[in-house]
């Protein structure tokens, strides 16, 4: 493995498990399969979160300073709104109930557990106490909205606990709070744990390094570790995990034969393993279904498949306009759809006050005695998930006869 092997804190869920996925990046980077992905404007937006924020806490300022000013990254241009205000101010209200002089976007070394690599930690601090030991704080701002992202278990915390630890001199500490601030998924999430666990985990990092270095890898598919690995992207994708998602999708349709696997009985762990990986496996088939149909398009069909043209779209008019003069005319009122209320988070936007927003202070504060949730449905989750298992025992006794 090369110096410059990306054994990054945010790629850790991936190569710390699929530790065959670190040479076969860098071989498939050598020959031009992968290349960098172009940055989107979602990725932007959350430079830009990340940049109020540095600007925040090192200065001393709120995010309200920065709404209405224009701030470029990554080749787009954001301009900063209360909204996005809004969404930081409780993250970097937190930090400071803990310290006044958080260090921040620090460039960790990690190299007694990973040799040569780095990473850049959004925010840590060590909070003295005369009477106890002390406490060290990480906290990162994921400013994504589409995957909500776990404190508990997070490596890549934990990465940027150690880095931070040793950056300030390896003081001893009694505990260290690792916090996710996650504005638009789940909010402020925290995981505590104590100093000896975390050098237990860099132990642990230690050895996985060793074996990458060794060649004493594997490929090891989840969906945490694929999630964002590069081989998935590359021409033809990644083998091991396809077998891996068509594997679980034989055994959920008995019909479907896979060439050389027996298949498994779909109960306890094996049931769950494949409900939790659903979505994974109907994205892949989803793929694979775009792949063929292009192939075929350029001439080129898998065996046994063509292209063909598809049914009508749905109607429509080509002149809206004059289909509405001719609908009210004929209708009046009855053409149009009932009215129908905006949305709360659109409701949130023009109603709720804001520092540099009047809003309607007294509708909101109605709004607010009205407001309701339904309590949610049941749902499934790993077992380590913060919120308690959730048991309905079914009286047995029901349906005896008296
Ligand atoms: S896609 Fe998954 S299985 Fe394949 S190399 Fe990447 S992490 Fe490993």
């Not at 709404?67 to 990254?73: D, E, L």
């Not at 930081?88 to 209200?93: A, C, E, R, V």
């Not at 400071?96 to 690599?117: A, C, F, G, M, Y």
């Not at 349709?253 to 109960?267: A, D, I, M, R, S």
Request: charged share 30%; aromatic share 8%.
């Amino acid at each position: 493995m090369t110096a410059h092997a990306r054994l990054s804190p945010s790629g850790c869920d991936r190569w710390s498990t699929c530790t065959a996925s670190v040479a076969l990046i860098d071989k498939l980077r050598g020959d031009g399969e992968i290349v960098d992905r172009d940055a989107s404007e979602w990725s932007a937006e959350g430079t830009v979160a990340h940049e109020v924020r540095e600007m925040c806490l090192a200065f001393g300022l709120d995010p309200q300073s920065f709404v209405g000013a224009t701030i470029s990254a990554d080749g787009f241009t954001y301009v900063v709104d209360d909204e996005m205000a809004g969404h930081l101010q409780p993250g970097i209200d937190w930090v400071r109930e803990h310290t006044s002089n958080p260090h921040v976007e620090i460039k960790v070394d990690l190299t007694p557990w990973l040799p040569d690599q780095f990473g850049t930690c959004d925010t840590g601090w060590l909070s003295i106490d005369i009477i106890e030991l002390d406490t060290l704080y990480i906290s990162d701002l994921k400013y994504g909205a589409g995957v909500s992202v776990d404190a508990i278990g997070n490596k890549q915390l934990r990465l940027y606990g150690l880095g931070m630890w040793h950056f300030l001199g390896r003081p001893r500490v009694e505990r260290i709070v690792l916090n996710i601030d996650q504005p638009r998924a789940g909010g402020m999430k925290y995981w505590d744990i104590t100093l000896d666990e975390l050098l237990a985990f860099g132990e642990e990092m230690k050895a996985v390094y060793a074996k990458i270095v060794a060649g004493d890898v594997e490929f090891k598919p989840s969906h945490k570790a694929c999630r964002w690995c590069e081989v998935r992207q590359a021409p033809g994708g990644c083998a091991p995990r396809d077998r891996w998602l068509m594997e679980m999708a034989a055994d959920a349709c008995p019909t479907f034969k896979l060439p050389g696997y027996e298949g498994q009985n779909l109960v306890g762990a094996r049931r769950w393993l494949v409900v939790q990986n659903a979505s994974d496996i109907r994205a892949r088939l989803a793929e694979l279904h775009e792949e063929s149909l292009l192939a075929a398009l350029n001439g080129k069909p898998d065996p046994g498949s063509k292209a063909v043209e598809g049914d009508l779209g749905d109607r429509r008019f080509k002149d809206t306009k004059k289909a509405e003069a001719l609908l009210t005319a004929a209708l009046g009122d009855k053409a149009y759809k009932p009215r129908e209320l905006i949305g709360i988070g659109e409701i949130e936007r023009l109603v709720k006050p804001g520092r540099k927003k009047a809003g309607h202070p007294d509708t909101w504060a109605d709004l607010q005695k009205i407001l309701d949730r339904p309590p949610g449905k049941p749902k499934l989750v790993p077992e380590d998930h913060q919120r308690p298992a959730l048991v309905r025992w079914e009286d047995d006794f029901d349906d005896l006869d008296p």
